[in-house]
């Protein structure tokens, strides 16, 4: 099977070498094998709910017949290595055994455990398809779960640092990844999070999460290109609902639009909090677009409500990100005609698919990321010369081509995407609207950020 993620050339892909499907001698150094469920390889079929290492590979992990509520609050931030056995039965973590002194190893920090564990599932389940399909057997894999804390992760990335690992991949949100990286960094290693929090980027820590700024700068100029000067947005009062705020409003200077009501409304807000807000937004400047950056129920509670109140979507246009690429929410009848920024959405259908075809359920939104950031630290293992995990290599201006498009690191550890504008159609269809780059304007720059190897 080839390759699903390549570095850019200068005017082309750089493929891989074609690899077969039988890599029997892939390497997970840990088995991630909870006692609920019987231990097997990635077949043809839909696998179990953790993957088995390979037979001549085994390794010990320690694991939970149930989960203690209990146990919740505890702090693991002083325990030891010598600890380990002390920790409550809802945490697992990692301890190999046996590897091959060869093997190339890259951490994996991923919840497994506690609130976030559906997502760890999902990217560590990523993580082990990108290893079928572009790994080989010098490729080592060492997941470790962080428990859903912060003080999990650091734990998580004080055993994989332990075991030797040349790149650390995770964690899933920004606190936990500022709560690992000094670990991390003071090992003199790189880190590729999971997390789109610009505040743990930088020194040595990368972001593969979808970006506000890329998202938004995307958004308002296909919208300013389509005749649309003046903009409202209605967001939720947390930190993404503040910081896309923020990022709207630099956008829609810089093509000249105007943005006029902004409104925050509370991530809890009751259906009479909603609204007021709803009412002041339909009584204020009048605007042609309107950004929502929001999705799920919480959105789909908003809705209703501009309909009600005169905030017509036949009139005016309405605008998200990346978090409506929810097929429930694309069939809300408010958005019928609204536009949202999106990564290749050719790219994301086929690996959803894949990944479905692969395990039986549906990856969600972060699979993607937890494979294309495994294909990376295979790519940057397959350098033309030799494993190359450096602030350099990492940071290649040039960029990289994954299963949503193309990405690469900005010098700060930020990350930019090749995004598409798609709009939505009857019963949730998508139809693309503007297409997503296929390479990076060569005059732009990115880098490395700060310290690292």
Not at 113 to 141: H, I, S, W
Not at 411 to 426: F, K, M, N, Y
Request: glycine fraction near 10%.
């Amino acid at each position: 099977m080839s390759s699903r993620i390549v570095p850019l050339a200068d005017s082309r892909f750089a493929p891989f070498t074609r690899l077969s499907t039988a890599l029997a001698g892939l390497s997970l150094v840990a088995v991630l094998a909870l006692s609920a469920c019987a231990p097997q390889s990635l077949p043809n079929q839909p696998p179990p709910d953790q993957p088995e290492a390979a037979a001549d590979e085994s390794a010990v992990v320690t694991s939970s017949t149930q989960v203690n509520d209990e146990s919740q609050n505890v702090d693991v931030q002083d325990l030891g290595n010598d600890e380990i056995a002390s920790l409550p039965p809802d945490q697992v973590y990692v301890e190999p055994i046996i590897a091959r002194p060869e093997a190339l190893k890259v951490g994996l920090l991923v919840p497994l455990t506690g609130a976030r564990q559906a997502e760890g599932k999902a990217l560590l389940d990523a993580a082990q398809m990108a290893l079928f399909e572009v790994g080989d057997d010098r490729f080592t894999l060492v997941p470790a779960d962080t428990a859903s804390t912060p003080d999990g992760a650091r734990l998580a990335a004080n055993k994989v640092v332990d075991s030797g690992v040349s790149l650390v991949i995770g964690p899933l949100l920004s606190d936990e990844a500022k709560a690992a990286a000094p670990l991390v960094r003071a090992r003199g290693v790189n880190m590729v999070s999971f997390s789109n929090n610009p505040s743990a980027a930088g020194g040595g820590v990368y972001l593969m999460g979808h970006m506000v700024a890329p998202e938004i700068d995307r958004l308002v100029g296909h919208a300013r290109a389509n005749e649309l000067r003046r903009f409202a947005i209605l967001a939720p009062g947390d930190g993404y609902g503040r910081l896309v705020t923020e990022q709207a409003r630099r956008a829609v200077a810089e093509v000249g639009g105007t943005l006029g009501v902004q409104l925050l409304y509370p991530p809890s807000a009751n259906p009479p909090e909603l609204d007021k807000v709803v009412q002041t937004l339909a009584s204020g400047e009048r605007f042609d677009a309107l950004i929502l950056p929001d999705g799920g129920p919480r959105l789909s509670r908003v809705l209703p409500l501009l309909l009600q109140y005169g905030v017509d979507p036949a009139t005016i246009r309405f605008l998200g990100t990346s978090l409506w690429d929810d097929p429930k929410l694309r069939e809300e009848p408010a958005l019928m005609g609204a536009w949202y920024v999106s990564p290749s959405p050719e790219g994301r259908a086929a690996f959803k698919k894949r990944f479905a075809d692969a395990y039986g359920y549906e990856p969600g939104q972060f699979a993607a990321i937890g494979y294309d950031a495994t294909a990376l630290a295979v790519a940057l293992a397959k350098g033309t010369a030799g494993p190359d995990f450096s602030t350099q290599a990492i940071g290649d201006a040039r960029g990289f081509a994954g299963t949503e498009g193309i990405f690469r690191f900005m010098p700060d550890g930020t990350s930019e995407r090749g995004l598409a504008v798609v709009e939505i159609g009857t019963g949730g269809t998508i139809n693309l609207v503007s297409p997503a780059l296929d390479r990076f304007p060569t005059s732009a720059t990115a880098g490395s950020a700060g310290s690292g190897q």
